[in-house]
């Protein structure tokens, strides 16, 4: 990352947590320059990313100030879904949202797919090359069935960053963590059983759910602290819950990271009911902060947390690398990964291997987790600019995905429709839901802002929201608000 | 191919069909040079050829004859599992299968790799190369959920020469043929629901049922017409059979290539009683004769049958590139692809499509297609020279797989335990039930035939045979011949 990148997310940070309030003069360029010891053009262009991000303002000669006019965007409502197991449905929208992703000629805002043209990738490309310009016959054959060595070797120096002590062994590579979830799910739960998902909660996991028949009960979350542990409690006493499944840091579609007092209660919680925990990580590379939240698997010493991840959201997701640490279910695991691939890719395993271990990977996070923060900022300017009044956003603390609640009138399956017209796809908020709860809440990417076309894209979807109420109260299926 | 090798093909063909008999005189050289339009030295090296395939012998001054002195071995004998569904297990010979498949210091004779050294795919590394090279952002994005349209486009064209009209939109590309068999049983069977298999069968098909939690009716099989459709109906009429489940053309693992008349009837039978057929095509571009086998679903008018198939054996195993046509379940299956993996690797589809574009697949087809036959001769002639007079082995017509099935009191489990020691691995037949039947059977990939080392083995095998011999009787569970 440049210099005036480096200093402008720096600066946004202080801001956001109050550091320097609205309205309050900024440090000037000189004082700036000496304190981090950059040129004073550096300092300057730092300031102009934190004017286009709607965070500072200039004053002709006074210098830089924190935005008086910054509209405080209200966090969306605790979620409040039915407290009972319940069969997921929604599969219609979750193919229609598939089939659109691949439009060469949609602004795919429903996507999760991350920045795949950052110049920091570029060493993939040449990894890719050069195993198959080897001619290496090991890209060919049948992977081992916990997959490429070198790349588990990789992978469990990665995970100390979340504080994983992993050997190569306790790791299974698997085509995506689609296919870690999956494999996690149906190693523990039979038909007719329990999960205990969040809601919101990734549509991939809630389909995932229905396609092994297992039920869901969806637990509440809270936009900043994560999964209700009452709700959860209170759930797990009440019914045969066969296993936890959450997304704790970085959360899809909410973007909160559960603090790490409350990990530790929630895994307590897991060992007090005896209930495994599927911990899907994906984006928790991806967290804005220093230090990389910790995993809950981190805190457990029994095996009790199956950890998926993969470099779909980190590198690209074209790739189908995941992997998945079953802890004390590895059999269970490796069977059904042989039962529904057999094997991984060998050939973007080995790029991706490679890749890391030359030290790619590290430098090329630094660069997309900044884009990433400053895009996330952008973006909730433009809401605040052109949405209505009561609109509700998050404030993800990693990732590229934003969560934005709407008048409860509001039909995202309507909007999109609407906005098909205008080659704008979104993910509706009804997918995130066992049983399409969240039809007034929509999911937008924000991995690659090209200022011009998303700012377009977002006032198009603003001035889209009057077509899209719905015409008689749909409240049993609508967020509420409160 | 060369044109001795096609000559020699062509003769060993003549000789297989008994257009000469053992101990006839075949045609001069001198006359083949001249029917044949090649020269002397050309017809010279076929002869060659036959000789150390054991088809025919040199007798000073008067030419080549047919071998008389060939034993023929017998065929195993039609397998007789009982005629009731059961649950799957042998997970664990699976896993070990699994394990130690990829051992590198291991001659794999257990494994379903193919010839990937093969020089007709040299083009398959260049079309990868040449991806990587121009930087095609297309690689690392989400695959379209039906897979690429390119590779599909090529898949439908491929499939005229099995008699099937296929449009691109009716193809969905799988990570692997396991995908495709795995979504497809997931799409039809519910769990405790019972699917018709062909016994003995594709162990990785059997561990599907059981990941599945779908009962398994093991049906019998005649090692030259394939599966008893009388069993088959009185199965259908007794049991509430969910789907029927077969590899009619170039079976895994006893080699047979249904005849079309049975593969109608087996339509009719399935149209009778209203079930879907999952038909796995795997091996069927690898039949030896031709034309190519039709496939039951170009017989289809109903989208009945789900077809699937991959070039993990056509091409290498470690592209993960598989696909199905799978019919009026298009969307069942879509679901079933989306919850596995989500999408397929992009880079190996693309280079997949490029290599069948750019012409490179039949060729390369024919090549391996001869070298496999030759292969198989030879394998057979090594195994009726080294094993006990007892022993029986399949007349594989396409692939790559021989079925030996031995005395009842040999145990191949056994066996593959005491052959660790001299580094073979064999696939232990009870694998290849549901309820670990055919324990005195054994299968054997014969891809890669180098001469003195495979020769070896095979006589290193026949030599632990005493050694593998049960303590016990163990008739429940052998295959019995008869």
């Known amino acids: ?156 120096r990665l995970a100390l960053d979340s504080g994983c002590r992993l050997l190569p062994e306790d790791i299974v590579i698997t085509t995506g963590c689609h296919e870690a979830l999956s494999a996690a799910v149906r190693a523990l739960c039979k038909p007719g059983e329990i999960m205990a998902v969040e809601s919101p909660g990734f549509h991939g996991i809630m389909q995932t759910l229905k396609g092994a028949n297992v039920q869901a009960i969806e637990i509440p979350t809270d936009p900043v602290t994560g999964i209700s542990l009452e709700a959860l409690e209170l759930a797990l006493e009440q019914w045969p819950v066969r296993a936890i499944l959450v997304t704790p840091s970085c959360n899809n579609p909410i973007g909160f990271t559960m603090p790490d007092e409350r990990k530790q209660r929630l895994l307590r919680l897991a060992q007090r009911f005896d209930t495994p925990i599927i911990e899907d990580d994906i984006y928790g590379d991806l967290a804005y902060g220093y230090p990389r939240p910790s995993s809950i698997k981190s805190m457990d010493k029994e095996g009790r947390v199956l950890l ?112 098909t017209e205008s080659s704008i796809q979104i993910a509706v908020g009804s997918i995130f839901s066992a049983v399409g709860k969240y039809r007034n809440c929509l999911r937008i990417n924000y991995a690659c802002v090209e200022s011009a076309a998303m700012e377009e894209a977002i006032r198009c979807i603003a001035q889209s929201l009057n077509s899209a109420q719905t015409v008689h109260n749909c409240h049993p299926t609508s967020q509420s608000s409160g």
Not at 55 to 81: C, E, I, N
Not at 309 to 332: D, H, M, N
């Open 1 to 156: 990352m440049t210099l005036y990148l480096n200093l402008a997310t720096l600066l946004g940070q202080r801001i956001e947590t109050g550091l320097y309030l609205p309205g309050q003069r900024l440090p000037s360029v000189r004082t700036l320059s000496l304190e981090h010891g950059v040129s004073l053009s550096t300092v300057q262009q730092a300031y102009r990313v934190l004017e286009d991000l709607g965070l500072a303002v200039p004053r002709p000669k006074s210098g830089y100030f924190v935005s008086p006019t910054r509209r405080q965007m209200l966090l969306p409502a605790s979620s409040r879904p039915a407290q009972r197991p319940v069969e997921v449905c929604q599969w219609d929208q979750v193919l229609e949202l598939m089939r659109t992703s691949s439009r060469p000629d949609t602004l795919q805002l429903g996507s999760g797919t991350p920045d795949i043209a950052a110049v920091t990738l570029k060493p993939l490309f040449s990894a890719l090359n050069q195993i198959s310009r080897r001619h290496d016959l090991a890209m060919l054959r049948y992977d081992n069935i916990q997959g490429l060595l070198e790349l588990r070797q990789q992978v469990a």
């Open 308 to 419: 998926c991840s993969s470099f779909s959201k980190t590198l690209a997701p074209g790739l189908r690398v995941g992997w998945i640490a079953p802890g004390r279910y590895l059999e269970q695991v490796l069977h059904m990964k042989y039962i529904g691939t057999g094997a991984t890719a060998t050939h973007t395993q080995m790029a991706v291997a490679e890749f890391i271990a030359k030290g790619f990977y590290q430098p090329h996070l630094r660069r997309v987790r900044g884009q990433y923060q400053r895009n996330r900022d952008r973006v909730i300017r433009w809401i605040s600019q052109y949405f209505p009044e009561d609109t509700r956003v998050s404030q993800p603390q990693g990732g590229f995905m934003l969560w934005v609640e709407l008048s409860e009138s509001v039909d995202t399956l309507r909007l999109n429709r609407l906005l």
